[in-house]
């Protein structure tokens, strides 16, 4: 039986977890731990066997046990790694992945980036820690696993659920520190013409090792110098994503340093995002440091995504194009438009 053949009629769902608020506990001085919970997860997992349909088989596998702003692009690769490995299983219907909030949207799509497989993948977590008198967790888990088990969710990639909010990998952030809706989609807000929006989700051409290239975000806020940009050129970024103003636009003496990397540079690639919560970062203004004067250096502008998921997908591009130097980083600006979500 191929994964497209899967029986949905005894739904089999495989948890992986990795820590997180979800099974975080609270010391007696109030602090809430994210990770080392392996009686927590257990519990988690028992009470959930508790509530859930019988026929719904579930099993768990330990990824990691750690709060999410510890993890970076070895974790990412390395849970890259374990969906697949679950998924080369015909027999498994979906997975779910607790997380931490913190850092959930940066793994939300280096998985939809991998994730070519028609079997949903949803991402869940929690607000408030296992101990909790009103913990969100056991909700959340319940109601990823229900998503993850219901041929509705097929063909949609990486979801996250939280909060009775389900959304695509794609444009999602971390939207409240502490309320239970944690996270919102930038998107467009009329599908394109042509395909809908769920079913333009391209995968990448090969296996990205996020550990392998270093992709720096600087903030650009106004009135701000290149002393940051230059710091991470320097420690060997082969992409940056600037974090600017409106569209995408940056200070003048960024601006100035882009304009420099672009001459003596080639094999950099540079990418404009926003500061702004929502809405489209576009190659538009004219004038100095404006999106439009980027784009003739050779700035892609970020659309729908934001930093943390600009980087996510600029490192993965890199990490599998092929070629070096300048010859990968003009393949790596052919591609975007490709990927950055539709616009
Ligand atoms: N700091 C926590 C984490 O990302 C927050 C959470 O899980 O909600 O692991």
């Known amino acids: 039986m191929t994964s497209a053949e899967t029986s949905t009629d005894t739904p089999h769902i495989v948890i992986c977890t990795t820590g997180g608020t979800i099974t975080a506990s609270t010391t007696s001085d109030g602090a809430v731990i994210a990770g080392d919970s392996d009686p927590a997860t257990a519990a988690m997992l028992d009470q959930l066997r508790s509530v859930l349909p019988g026929e719904i088989r579930v099993s768990a596998r330990a990824v990691l046990d750690a709060d999410s702003s510890t993890f970076g692009p070895a974790e990412w690769d390395l849970l890259v790694d374990a969906v697949s490995d679950v998924l080369a299983d015909p027999d498994v219907t979906g997975v779910v992945v607790t997380h931490g909030t913190d850092t959930l949207e940066e793994t939300a799509i280096a998985l939809d980036l991998h994730h070519d497989d028609p079997r949903p993948v949803a991402l869940t977590g929690a607000q408030r820690p296992a101990d909790h008198p009103e913990a969100d967790g056991p909700a959340n888990l319940l109601d990823a696993v229900l998503l993850a088990a219901d041929p509705v969710s097929r063909d949609l990639g990486v979801l996250v659920v939280l909060g009775r909010a389900i959304l ?9 520190t502490t309320d239970p809706v944690a996270f919102a989609r930038n998107s467009p807000d009329h599908p394109v013409e042509g395909l ?7 995968t990448l051409t090969g296996r990205a090792r996020f550990a392998d290239v270093r992709v720096d975000v600087v903030a650009c806020p106004p009135g701000s110098d290149a002393t940051a940009l230059h710091a991470c050129v320097s420690a060997g ?3 940056l994503v600037l974090e600017g103003s409106g569209s995408g636009n940056l200070p003048p003496e960024v601006a100035g340093a882009v304009a420099q990397l672009a001459e003596e540079r080639p094999d950099l690639v540079v990418v404009a995002t926003s500061r702004v ?8 203004y004219g004038g100095h440091g404006g999106g439009a004067e980027l784009a003739t250096r050779g700035v892609l502008s970020a659309g729908y995504l934001r930093s943390g998921q600009a980087r996510v ?6 990490s599998t194009t092929d070629g070096a130097g300048a010859d990968a980083a003009a393949d790596v600006r052919r591609q975007w438009d490709r990927y950055h979500l539709y616009s």
């Open 277 to 284: 919560p929502r809405g489209e970062a576009t190659a538009t």
């Open 237 to 239: 970024a082969r992409g």
């Open 196 to 202: 809908p929006p769920e079913l333009e989700r391209p």
């Open 313 to 318: 997908l600029l490192a993965a591009l890199l």
């Open 168 to 176: 695509q990998a794609r444009g999602v952030r971390k939207w409240h």
